[in-house]
C-alpha cells in the first residue's frame, strides 16, 4: 500500500505556564509509547507555535494512536491529548482543534495542523455534462461471490486472491487515479460472509472501516481487497442491485452539481437479480452517474452484454432509462491482448 509522509505542527493556547513549553509527541506500539520527537522550546509564552513539524507515516485502514503531551521546564504537565492519526488526517482543512484532556491547563486548547503530502495532478480532468463542468469521481465495487454459491475454503479463496480481480484493477485503476484529484476511491465489497457475525453482506467497505470507504490510490484498493478476501467467506448468489441503489441514493442527495460519478463494477459471477438491476440502471439515468461493469474469468457473461442497451436503452418496472448510463466490459478480450 502506498504511504506518504504527513507532517504535523502544533500549537497551544491557555497555557497555565510560561516557563520554556515544549511538545513531546509519541505512538503507541503494543502497550508501549514511543516517542516520535520533540518541539523546540518557546520562552515566556502561554501561547506557543512550534516551528518543529513532525513527520509521520500514513497507512490507510491502520489505526495509529497519537499522543501529544507539553510540558515546562520544570517537567510540569502542562497538557496531553491522545488522538489516531487517521483523525488528523481525515478533517476537513486538516486543523484539529480540541480542548486539553490532562494536565495543568485545562483550560487550553490544541491545535494540530496536517499537512496533505499526497501529490495534486497538474491537469485535473474535467468534462462538460448538461452544461455543467464536471469534477469526476470514481467509486469501484468488488464481487466477492462464489458462482456456486457456496462457501469457498481457503484454498480456493487462496488461488482466487491471484484472479484476475487484482489484474483488472491494475489495468483500469491507474487510468482512474489521473481523473481523482485527491487520488481517494471509495471502494465497496460485496456478496461475502463478514465477520464475527458471518452475515452474508452485499454492500460493506473494502476497507473494513465503519464509516470510511476510501482507499489510497490503485495500491491501496489492492492492499484492502487482498486482506478483506484472507478474512471473508465468499458466497453468492451475485446481487448488484445493493451497490447500485446505494450509489443512486448518494448521488441523489448530492447537493454539487458539478459533480459526476462513475461507478466500477469488478465481477466473476453471473448477474442474478437481473430485473432489480435493470431497474437501479434506469433510475440512475436521470443522476450524473455511469456504471462500468468489467467481466473477469470465463463466466458466461451472456446477460450481461444485454446491459450495453445500445439504441434500445434499459426498460423496468414501467421505468426506462432516459439515456445509455451502464457499459459491460469483459476484460478477457483485452488482458491477453
Not at 240 to 267: A, G, H, N, S, W
Not at 286 to 293: A, M, Q, R, T
Request: hydrophobic share 40%; charged share 20%.
Amino acid at each position: 500500500m502506498a504511504t506518504f509522509k504527513w507532517k504535523i505542527s502544533v500549537a497551544c493556547e491557555n497555557l497555565s505556564s510560561k516557563s520554556g513549553p515544549y511538545c513531546t509527541l509519541m505512538v503507541k506500539s503494543g502497550s508501549q509509547w514511543r516517542e516520535v520527537g520533540r518541539t523546540e522550546v518557546i520562552r515566556n509564552s502561554s501561547n506557543p507555535i512550534w516551528t518543529t513539524k513532525f513527520e509521520l507515516d500514513y497507512n490507510f485502514g491502520k489505526e495509529e494512536i497519537l499522543k501529544f503531551e507539553v510540558q515546562d521546564q520544570d517537567m510540569q504537565l502542562l497538557g496531553s491529548l491522545c488522538v489516531t492519526l487517521g483523525t488528523l488526517v481525515d478533517i476537513p482543512g486538516k486543523v484539529f482543534d480540541c480542548g486539553i484532556e490532562e494536565g495543568l491547563s485545562r483550560r487550553g486548547r490544541f491545535i494540530i495542523t496536517t499537512e496533505d503530502p499526497r501529490p495534486v495532478p497538474q491537469n485535473r480532468v474535467k468534462s462538460n455534462f448538461m452544461n455543467y463542468d464536471i469534477d469526476l469521481n470514481f467509486v469501484v465495487a468488488f464481487d466477492f461471490t462464489d458462482p456456486k454459491g457456496k462457501q469457498v475454503e481457503p484454498v480456493a479463496r487462496q488461488s482466487r486472491g491471484k484472479s484476475n480481480l487484482s489484474e483488472a484493477v491494475n489495468a483500469l485503476g491507474h487510468i482512474l487515479e489521473d481523473y481523482n484529484a485527491d487520488n481517494l476511491f471509495p471502494a465497496y465489497g460485496f456478496g461475502a460472509a463478514i465477520p464475527p457475525s458471518q452475515e452474508v453482506s452485499y454492500n460493506f467497505s473494502l476497507n473494513q472501516h465503519p464509516t470510511n470507504p476510501e482507499c489510497l490510490g490503485v495500491e491501496g484498493i489492492i492492499a484492502a481487497y487482498s486482506d478483506t478476501l484472507a478474512k471473508v467467506q465468499l458466497f453468492g448468489p451475485t446481487f448488484f442491485f445493493p451497490v447500485i441503489e446505494q450509489m443512486v441514493q448518494i448521488v441523489r442527495q448530492q447537493q454539487d452539481k458539478r459533480r459526476y460519478y462513475v461507478l466500477l463494477i469488478v465481477t466473476n459471477g453471473i448477474i442474478e437479480d437481473f430485473k432489480q438491476t435493470k431497474s437501479a440502471l434506469a433510475e440512475a439515468s436521470d443522476l450524473p452517474l455511469s456504471v462500468i461493469i468489467a467481466g473477469v474469468g470465463d463466466a458466461d457473461f451472456s446477460k450481461m452484454v444485454a446491459l450495453n442497451a445500445g439504441e434500445s436503452w434499459l426498460q423496468s418496472f414501467g421505468c426506462k432509462s432516459s439515456r445509455n448510463v451502464v457499459q459491460f466490459v469483459e476484460l478477457s478480450h483485452y488482458l491477453s491482448r
